[in-house]
Structure formats: C-alpha cells, structure tokens
C-alpha cells in the first residue's frame, strides 16, 4: 500500500476535498482549484474526486469542468438533519434581522477550528457584500462570525489556537495574533465582534454569538453590507439586534428535545 492510498491519509485528502467542493457551490470549481485548497497535487486531487463522482458524492459539469456536490451527499445530509440541521429553528430570526435592518443576515456553525455558513436570508437594501453564501468556511477569527466565536471561547482555548494558528499569511497583517487579541477584547467588551472590511475592503459584517446547552460558542449570527450601512454610530443600534437575537435562538437551541 502507498503512502498515498494508506488508509488514514486518504480519508483525510477525501475530507479536504470535500471540503473544499463544499466552499465552492454552488458554482463548482475545477480540479485546479480544488486541489490547491486541499494542498494536494493536481493527479491525486482528480484521481479523487473521480472516485467520488463514481459514488455519487460529487457530480462534474461536463461543459465547464467544474465539481459539485452530488445527490448521495444531500441524502447523506437529510439523514442526519435531524441531529445536527438548526435552521428551521434559525429561519424565523434571520427573517427578523434582514426585515429589521435592511441587511443580509447568515447562521454561520463551528466546526473545529472554522465556521461554515449554512443559511442566509437577503436584506432589501440593493447593494450587499458577497464575501458570505451558504458553505463557504473561514477559520476562527476571519470574518465576524468566527471573530465573536472566538472571542467567547476560553482563554486556555483561544491561547491554544492562536499558538497553533498563523492567519495572517493568508489573511494579512490585520489578522496577526497581536490584532486579533485587540480584536478579541473589543468583542468581549461589546459583546458582538465587527469585521471592517478586512476580507473584502468596503464589505462590512457585524456578529453574535449563539451558545449550545454547555454554554459553549456553536453558532454565530451575522449581518453583512457595504461600509456605508455600517458606520460606526449604528454599531451599536445592530449589535443590540444582533444580541437580542441571538439570545433568542440560543433559548430555542437550549430547549429543543
């Protein structure tokens, strides 16, 4: 057996992968694409995904060359909807928060070291910010949803991250421990975390925290939009609802059979 198909190793490059397709939907992305994200070379990342479109788990575009995700992964899903899927609890207060303020608004999931977007609901303002959409993921402390995940964690667990983490290679300088560790305590200090243009410059997102039964951070509400719905004097207007809200689904989590 080659160190390429041994066992462990292969499961977690298919995981990558998968991954990786996940953050590219609905659009798909190409061989290319995807193996550069799940660090693997171009042969091994199409040998890959070959196999799995063999099983149904992606499906390739045979026009565009783009892999998507396939019908044996959302039976996959619907069957454990009923353990892990919060957005029909979550639907009602993103419909708030986007009538309320005219923004869009996302539920976003912990999961490891990342969040992943897994609703949205549009605003009715005409212009937004595109940096979210369901299944993209961004890594603890990107964007504000991971940002006031965070934030709310221990401080043994933030130290530990951060000690095993270097976003700013990727994300610049902005991200380096030191501004996030600023960033950090503002958000502790608010309660909700702000992102000022920091992936895309202009596109403004502000953040809450929802907390699981343990009281630990699982989930976060967010809002997004243009610099200009997000001025500094209506922070604290959108992150009062943003708080609110989130303590609302938080008590809904919490209670749920």
């Keep these: 057996m080659t160190e390429e198909t041994r066992g462990p190793h292969v499961v977690g490059r298919v995981g990558a ?12 992305a190409s061989t290319t694409v995807l193996g550069r994200a ?7 990342a199409h040998r890959l995904l070959s196999s799995l479109a063999d099983e149904g788990l992606l ?4 026009r565009t060359g783009r892999w998507t995700l396939g019908p044996e992964l959302y039976l996959l899903g619907a069957a454990a909807a009923t353990r892990y899927d919060i957005t029909r609890h979550a639907r009602g207060v993103l419909d708030r928060l986007a009538r309320d303020t005219g923004e869009s608004a996302f539920l976003s999931a912990r999961r490891g070291d990342e969040t992943v977007c897994i609703a ?6 005409p212009l937004r910010s595109h940096v ?13 949803a991971g940002l006031v995940i965070l934030a709310h964690l221990p401080d043994r667990d933030i130290d530990e991250y951060l000690a095993r983490t270097d976003l700013s290679e990727r994300w610049g300088e902005n991200h380096s421990t ?4 600023e960033r950090i305590a503002l958000t502790r200090h608010t309660g909700y975390a702000v992102n000022p243009g920091l992936i895309v410059e202009g596109s403004w997102g502000m953040g809450a925290a929802v907390f699981d039964r343990d009281g630990r951070p699982a989930w976060a509400l967010s809002l997004t939009g243009v610099e200009t719905r997000f001025r500094p004097e209506r922070h604290p207007e959108l992150g009062t609802l943003l708080l609110e809200q989130a303590h609302v689904l938080s008590q ?3 209670s749920r059979a």
């Design 178 to 181: 030191d501004a996030l560790r």
């Design 59 to 62: 499906d390739r575009d045979a």
């Design 38 to 44: 799940a660090g693997l070379a171009r042969p091994t």
């Design 120 to 125: 949205a609901e549009d605003g009715s303002f």
């Design 17 to 28: 992968l998968l991954r990786a397709v996940g953050a590219h939907e609905p659009a798909g």
């Design 132 to 144: 979210l959409h369901e299944g993209i993921r961004f890594p603890l402390g990107v964007a504000s």
């Design 252 to 254: 809904l989590l919490q």
